[in-house]
């Protein structure tokens, strides 16, 4: 089991020199038919206090899809910082590799540790589910970022941006780059990552639409949120489909090893590549050519939303209700929606224009 200690400068900086990672799980089973009823009547048993002060001294877990993942490691480094401008102690646990199970006896082991809250970035939102129940009944405060969990299995869900907006503006992105036409594929994160999963499926509505009826999805990849392997898709899908328009990688570890392939291929700059990432991780790419442009939030800002999402949830300021409001320091007063959903908000699309301007 891999624990790591309270976040301190360094570390957080370190994360930013090295940013190159993942948004990635999500399977149909029993789990998935739960009724979130039963969640929603323990979220109300009783009401929120939103002038409670937060608690001092709230102890918030950060558990991320893996460690040592430089997305992860800036996310929940801005929900560290967070948690000191509230008073409060956090630190990040997890597994080595994003399987489907592997976050369960971590969740177990916080439990016992009495944490005030588990923040989650899902790797399946269903195989948690019954620890994290295990974990509410024990009085813990739940919230999902990044990627959800089953309702049943959280108070909060911080999402980046909404999943329709993702799934849409990446196929934009593209068909305004190859003109509209030709064969595309996704090089995704892995087969069950709720979040790839739920922004592909809208990349399919929007291929239908009639602007795209000369555009064809050929293939959905997964590099499992493994630099080598997305490295090896991608060279996969070139042999398979030497006539390939462009590519989508919404996962910033798959879009960066596409774009190492490319940049170093005869198909620089003839296939088109787009997604997730970061600026300081692309910026090259978008300089020499390879990539015209990509779009993602800020993921310091989504790790510090949760972590205040947490605060106000252990502090009796919100319960998870539709409606609520809480305060997020720095990024203002956020309302709870539909299901529990916080929205951080739009992503910002990154070209040679712009991406100097951004440091993350």
């Not at 948690?83 to 080595?96: I, L, N, Q, W």
């Not at 291929?207 to 060279?235: C, H, I, R, W």
């Not at 309302?335 to 916080?342: L, N, P, R, S």
Request: glycine share 10%.
């Amino acid at each position: 089991m891999t624990t790591r200690t309270p976040w301190r400068p360094t570390a957080l900086l370190a994360g930013l020199v090295l940013l190159t990672a993942a948004c990635g799980g999500t399977t149909k089973s029993d789990v998935a038919q739960q009724s979130s009823a039963s969640a929603t009547a323990a979220a109300s048993s009783a009401a929120a206090d939103p002038n409670a002060p937060v608690k001092q001294g709230l102890k918030i877990a950060f558990l991320p899809k893996q460690v040592n993942n430089p997305y992860f490691t800036i996310a929940d480094g801005g929900g560290a910082a967070a948690a000191k401008e509230f008073g409060g102690e956090a630190k990040e646990v997890g597994p080595s590799e994003a399987s489907a199970s592997s976050q369960v006896s971590y969740i177990n082991t916080l439990i016992q540790q009495k944490q005030d809250a588990i923040v989650i970035s899902a790797n399946d939102p269903n195989a948690v589910v019954p620890a994290l129940t295990r974990a509410r009944a024990a009085g813990i405060k739940v919230v999902s970022y990044d990627s959800d969990t089953a309702p049943a299995g959280r108070h909060v869900f911080v999402n980046q941006a909404g999943a329709e907006d993702l799934g849409r503006t990446e196929v934009q992105l593209l068909a305004e780059q190859i003109g509209h036409k030709g064969k595309i594929a996704v090089l995704s994160a892995t087969p069950n990552a709720t979040n790839q999963n739920t922004w592909i499926d809208f990349m399919k509505d929007e291929l239908k639409k009639p602007e795209y009826k000369d555009m064809e999805l050929v293939k959905v990849a997964y590099g499992n949120d493994e630099d080598q392997k997305s490295f090896t898709e991608t060279q996969g899908l070139l042999r398979s489909y030497p006539d390939l328009a462009g590519i989508i990688s919404p996962t910033t570890v798959g879009i960066a090893a596409a774009a190492r392939y490319l940049s170093d291929s005869p198909y620089k700059g003839k296939v088109k590549l787009t997604g997730l990432g970061t600026p300081n991780q692309l910026k090259k790419f978008v300089k020499d050519g390879t990539i015209e442009a990509f779009e993602l939030w800020n993921p310091a800002d989504l790790g510090y939303l949760a972590s205040y999402a947490a605060a106000a949830l252990a502090s009796g300021q919100i319960t998870g209700a539709e409606g609520e409001k809480f305060k997020a320091g720095k990024l203002g007063e956020y309302t709870i929606g539909a299901k529990g959903e916080v929205l951080l908000g739009k992503p910002t699309v990154f070209n040679k224009e712009n991406v100097d301007k951004f440091d993350f």
